[in-house]
Structure formats: C-alpha cells, structure tokens
C-alpha cells in the first residue's frame, strides 16, 4: 500500500472521528466457549482456534498457548503499525521482521511458589528492518511505532479489567 492509498482509507475516518469524536470509540470482543479438557475453543475472523496448556503447566504442545497468542497479537499490531508508520513518514520497507519474547516463571502459574508472580515478567519486541533509510528516520519509525500499537500501549499503561459473572 502506499500513502495515497493509506490516506484515501484513512481520510474520511480521521474526519468523522474529529466532527463526532463518540464515534471513534468501538467495542472489540472475543468469546471463547471452555470443555473438560482443560482447552478454550475461540472464534476468531479466521476459523476456530483451541487453546490449552503449555507444555510447561502439562499441555502436550499441540494446541494454542494464550500466553504465545498474547505475544503473536503484539507481533501483529506492531508488524501493522510500522508497515502504517512507515507508509505514513515515507520510508521505504523491503521487509521487516518483528519479534517478541517474554519470560514466564510457571512456579507462579502452577501455584508452587506464591511469591514468584503470574504472568510475564518481561518481554521483549525487537525489529529487524530491511531499508536504507538513515538511523533518524530508522528511529522515528520504532518511535511512532511504539506510540502508536494498541496491543503494545495497553500492555504498557494496562487499562482497568474488570472481572466478574455474567447471569
């Protein structure tokens, strides 16, 4: 895609959303439906999807981790938004590769240690670029990226959840 195909997409949304600014607030959801075999069955745009346990909290690795589906939809929205970023600022992408990694300890998963926290203790995102555009515009790029993915600022400034039942 390029700018003028972006902003021709682009154009009349940020135009609506700046003369009916309620209108650029939108409910993404997701549904999953569990069974007895310890796996969540989500709908997703792209078909079905069965999640289940790590081989480190005893899956046998033949179905979707969510903390792997965690690390994928950041990979996806920062992969969008620098192909978008750099549409947008003119730099010229051969071809990127995004990459995340984040490190979980499963005593905290598996109830074994109640100090050890649950969840991912760091992560990582890196970018490999293939361009010859200079570091400043090398740098604005992950810079606006990093502003602008909804995945890696909601992990980052992480929004209140609320939890509860639905009767």
């Not at 895609?1 to 939108?26: C, F, G, H, N, W």
């Not at 730099?91 to 990694?101: K, N, Q």
């Amino acid at each position: 895609m390029d700018l003028p195909q972006l902003k021709a997409l682009q154009a009349p949304l940020k135009e609506r959303y700046k003369v009916d600014p309620p209108s650029a607030t939108i409910t993404l959801g997701a549904v999953g439906q569990t069974s007895d075999d310890v796996t969540c069955k989500l709908a997703t745009g792209l078909g079905r999807v069965t999640a289940g346990l790590h081989p480190a909290a005893g899956g046998d690795g033949t179905l979707a981790c969510p903390g792997d589906m965690l690390l994928e939809a950041l990979v996806a929205c920062a992969g969008v938004t620098l192909r978008a970023v750099a549409t947008g600022i003119g730099v010229t992408l051969r071809s990127a590769r995004v990459t995340a990694e984040g490190d979980l300890d499963f005593r905290g998963t598996l109830g074994v240690d109640r100090e050890v926290p649950v969840g991912f203790r760091e992560i990582r995102l890196t970018f490999q670029l293939d361009t010859d555009a200079s570091d400043q515009q090398r740098n604005t790029l992950i810079r606006l990226t990093e502003r602008y993915c909804v995945v890696l600022r909601t992990l980052r400034d992480a929004p209140p959840i609320s939890v509860g039942e639905e009767v």
